[in-house]
Structures are given as structure tokens and as C-alpha cells.
């Protein structure tokens, strides 16, 4: 079956240092891959998607490229910010269903 | 953007009690809306899809007779956590389909229950 696997945290920068945050999938046909975002006290939010491969989503200097001859989906930015400490999720939807699969999670810690 | 809502945000309960979780989304109709739990340190599972007019759809190992979902109109479904035991405490997530765009969705910001 479809599943997400993403680095284990919790991940602890300085501000204006580099993210990478790992994602891998394992799925059937075309899925469309998503990184959502989890403020402290917050709902889920969307932060980027990707539903083709090659495709890059981007968002708030945030970026991931859907990759499937790797099958990744690797969360990236050049320069985090205390306010983007959160715990961020990688998940995809199959071509045959809009059920969201999640990975376990990856909390981002940001110091000043 | 287009907004779900969960009442309550945090409830506790005693062993053996029933408990009622909603979820509204507040400017858009969700024929469709599902149900997840969150265990601490851990990802969401996806527990049930919440279907308008029709009986849910439970995912493997979801007792249904525990976990009574109701879609009762376009902007509400309802999860009823039934003769609740400590093992159910967790955090409960809605969510609901953007129209248009069923692989993308809004998230409620969840229900946290503790049974004791």
C-alpha cells in the first residue's frame, strides 16, 4: 500500500540557516505529494503540493520538487526563520482516491 | 481561505461516558470530511471518510460501533467517541475537501480528548 516515510526530529537550526527535510514515498501510479505545517496550538495548514513529477510547489521561500525516479519529495529552504519553527508533514494522495497518507511528522525547532 | 471548525477544543471525560466531537466547515459545503487521530509524537491516522447523507467509511482496524461519525448536512459531521476508555485519549482532526480539488484539504484544528 501507499505510505510516506520522513526524517525523524526534532531538526534545531539557527535562524538563517539551510532546511532539508526528508521525504520518501511508496505508491501506485500518480499520486500527488503535499508538505503541510503545524503551528504550536494550530490546525494543519497547507504549505506546498506537487501532482506531477518534476513539479515544484513553493511557498513562503519554502520549496519541494516531486522526484519519481528517486520517489522524494524533499522540503527545502535557504534561509529559516524562528517563526517557521513548527512540525512539518510530508503526505500524498493516490491517483485513485483523495485520502491523505501521512508521514510521522517532523518538528522544527529554530533558535535566534 | 475556507475554514473548518471542531467543538470542543478540549474536553475530558470519565470512562464509560459518551463524548460528541464536531466539525463545521464554516464557508464552503463538504459533502465529504474526514476523520483522523493524532497520537503525541506520532503522524495522523486517518480513521473514517464522513459521507453527506450516507454511512462513513471506517479505515481497517476502526471500530465502527465505537466511533459513531454522523454527516448530518453540507457543513457539519459529527464523531461520537462511545463508552470512552483512557486508551481513547488523543487528539481528533477533521478535515474536509477544497471544492474543486478533492487531493487538497482543510484542516480543523483538532479536539484534544482525555478519558480518565
Known amino acids: 500500500g501507499n505510505s510516506v516515510t520522513q526524517m525523524e526530529g526534532p531538526v534545531t537550526l539557527s535562524e538563517e540557516a539551510f532546511l532539508t527535510i526528508n521525504c520518501t514515498y511508496t505508491?501506485?501510479?500518480?499520486?500527488?505529494l503535499f508538505w503541510y505545517v503545524q503551528y504550536p496550538g494550530e490546525g494543519l495548514q497547507l504549505l506546498l503540493k506537487?501532482?506531477?513529477?518534476?513539479d515544484k510547489g513553493s511557498n513562503k521561500g519554502f520549496e519541494a520538487t516531486y522526484r519519481k525516479e528517486t520517489t522524494s519529495f524533499h522540503l527545502e529552504k535557504g534561509s529559516v526563520q524562528v517563526s517557521d519553527s513548527a512540525v512539518y508533514f510530508c503526505?500524498?494522495?493516490?491517483?485513485?482516491?483523495?485520502?491523505?497518507?501521512f508521514g510521522s511528522g517532523t518538528r522544527l525547532l529554530v533558535r535566534p | 481561505g475556507a475554514v473548518v471548525s471542531q467543538h470542543p477544543s478540549r474536553v475530558i471525560c470519565k470512562s464509560g461516558t459518551s463524548v460528541k466531537i464536531e466539525c463545521r466547515s464554516l464557508?464552503?459545503?463538504?459533502?465529504?470530511m474526514f476523520w483522523y487521530r493524532q497520537f503525541p509524537k506520532k503522524s495522523l491516522m486517518l480513521m473514517a471518510t464522513?459521507?453527506?447523507?450516507?454511512?462513513?467509511?471506517?479505515e481497517q482496524g476502526v471500530e465502527k460501533d465505537k466511533f459513531l461519525i454522523n454527516h448530518a448536512s453540507l457543513t457539519l459531521s459529527t464523531l461520537t467517541v462511545t463508552s470512552a476508555h483512557p486508551e481513547d485519549s488523543s487528539f481528533y482532526i477533521c478535515?474536509?475537501?477544497?471544492?474543486?480539488?478533492?487531493?487538497?484539504?482543510?484542516f480543523g484544528p483538532g479536539t484534544r480528548l482525555t478519558v480518565t
Open positions: 505508491a501506485t501510479g500518480y499520486p500527488s
Open positions: 464557508d464552503f459545503q463538504a459533502t465529504t
Open positions: 478535515s474536509a475537501p477544497v471544492q474543486g480539488g478533492m487531493d487538497e484539504q482543510y
Open positions: 503526505a500524498l494522495a493516490g491517483d485513485s482516491s483523495y485520502k491523505l497518507i
Open positions: 464522513s459521507n453527506e447523507g450516507s454511512k462513513a467509511t471506517y
Open positions: 506537487a501532482t506531477k513529477a518534476d
